[in-house]
Each structure stands twice: as C-alpha cells, then as structure tokens.
C-alpha cells in the first residue's frame, strides 16, 4: 500500500469512530471544520479535536517504508500544536510548499499520538512492524558479521596454509618444534577450520589464542621465502 492509500484508510478508520459523549463529538467536530477548540469537558476531548484535525489535513506515511506524520492545521495550528504541547507530544515545525505543518518523524511519538486520537489499534500494528524491523535488521547483522567473519578465516587460512607449502618446500618443515609440526600438519588437513575448531584437534591441549602464536610463527619463518 503507497502512502497516500494508507493515509487514507487511516483517516477513514479515525472519520467512522464513534463517540458516545456530546462533548467528545462536539470536540471532534470542530477540529473537523477548522474551527478553534471549544471549552473541553472532559479529558477525552483534546484528542477528539485532534482527531477532526487529523481527519481534515493529516497525512501518514506506511511505516512499512519508513516513521512519518503530519497535520496541516492552517489558522489552528498554534491550538492544535498546544494540545500536543499539552499532551506531552510536542511536534516538529516546517514549511512545505509554503504551507505551515505540525509532524513527527519519531516512532514511539507516532505511536502515542495514534494512541491519543482514538487509534490504538494503528498504534499497535506501528509498533509490531517496528519490533518486526528490528528483529530482521538484527537477523540481517548478524548474518553479515557472521559472512565477515567467515571470509576473514578463510583468508587466514589460506595464508597460513600457503605459509606451510613454503616452509615444506625449503626444506624448513623438519626443523620446526614438535608443537609447531602438529600445528601446521593439522592446518594443511583442515583448511576449512576456524582456529577454535583446529585447537580441539591437538593431541595436546592447545587455547585458541595459543594456535593462533604457532600459526603467526609459522608465517613469519615463510616471510624470507616469498
């Protein structure tokens, strides 16, 4: 759904609510027509007013696509931006195409002044897409860290592997330390492994920061050899 046919069902949704209190309508029906706010009755009237308001000049974008709401409240933007001030929601200024507007770009401020004109259930769904969001993003992280973090021992491995056929071929293989001899013996049979995982095949109990020495060991005797 684009953004203008998701502001519209919101603001259909917000038009066909009903208010059961004379107040609340009354209050509803002067932020409908433009008009300033009449004297408030009851706590429930500031968010009818901005519920009209909403219904007359706002505008949402899908948060599918991003965290996006505006009112254009023209000669009541000052009442309107009051009532949010007063709300604990004081919303974002610009102007668009010479026109004054009222907006919030902050999820959870989105969320709450839903919240406050009547539509929770928007407010709902805004926040399960966001949790949602999150969690992909996070899985998505994850997954580069964990692709980064592949390749990176593949390099590794393919250095220490080539390091070892240098050493093998001048001859400098005999030479090394039985430790060292196991090591790069063990890294020649199991490319394919991680250094955790190459330590676990020791005959000897070896840490992974330990392999990690013999294998730069190993490396800096192949230097003179490249």
Same mark, same amino acid.
Do not use: W
């Given at each position: 759904?684009?953004?203008? *046919?998701?502001?519209?069902?919101?603001?259909?949704?917000?038009?066909? &609510?009903?208010?059961?209190?004379?107040?609340?309508?009354?209050?509803?029906?002067?932020?409908?027509?433009?008009?300033?706010?009449?004297?408030?009755?009851?706590?429930?009237?500031?968010?009818?007013?901005? &519920?009209?308001?909403?219904?007359r000049c706002g505008s949402m974008t899908n948060p599918d696509k991003g965290y996006y709401l505006s009112l254009r409240p023209g000669a009541q933007l000052e009442a309107a931006a009051r009532l949010l001030d007063d709300a604990g929601l004081p919303p974002g200024r610009t102007v668009r195409r010479g026109v004054p507007? =009222?907006?919030?770009?902050?999820?959870?401020? !989105?969320?709450?002044?839903? #919240? =406050?004109?009547?539509? *929770? @259930?928007?407010?709902?769904?805004?926040?399960?897409?966001? !949790?949602?969001?999150?969690?992909?993003?996070?899985?998505?992280?994850?997954?580069?860290?964990?692709?980064?973090?592949?390749?990176?021992?593949?390099?590794?491995?393919?250095?220490?592997?080539?390091? !070892?056929?240098?050493? !093998?071929?001048?001859?400098?293989?005999?030479?090394?330390?039985?430790?060292? #001899?196991?090591?790069?013996?063990? &890294?020649?049979?199991?490319?394919?492994?991680?250094?955790? *995982?190459? #330590?676990?095949?020791?005959?000897? &109990?070896?840490? @992974?920061?330990?392999?990690?020495?013999?294998?730069?060991?190993?490396?800096?005797?192949?230097?003179?050899?490249?």
């Open positions: 759904m684009n953004d203008q *046919s998701y502001a519209a069902a919101l603001r259909e949704s917000l038009a066909t &609510r009903e208010e059961k209190k004379p107040c609340c309508r009354r209050s509803y029906a002067a932020g409908l027509a433009g008009e300033p706010p009449p004297d408030f009755a009851c706590a429930g009237d500031a968010g009818c007013y901005l &519920r009209g308001v909403f219904v507007l =009222l907006y919030y770009r902050d999820s959870g401020k !989105i969320e709450d002044f839903l #919240a =406050l004109v009547g539509q *929770s @259930k928007h407010a709902l769904e805004l926040m399960d897409k966001k !949790i949602t969001r999150a969690l992909r993003n996070n899985a998505n992280r994850l997954a580069n860290a964990e692709t980064a973090n592949y390749d990176r021992a593949a390099t590794a491995s393919a250095e220490q592997v080539n390091a !070892i056929k240098l050493l !093998i071929k001048h001859k400098e293989f005999k030479r090394l330390s039985p430790e060292l #001899a196991e090591s790069a013996a063990l &890294r020649l049979r199991h490319p394919e492994l991680d250094l955790a *995982s190459l #330590a676990e095949l020791h005959e000897k &109990r070896v840490s @992974k920061s330990g392999l990690n020495h013999r294998m730069e060991k190993l490396l800096e005797m192949a230097k003179k050899y490249q």
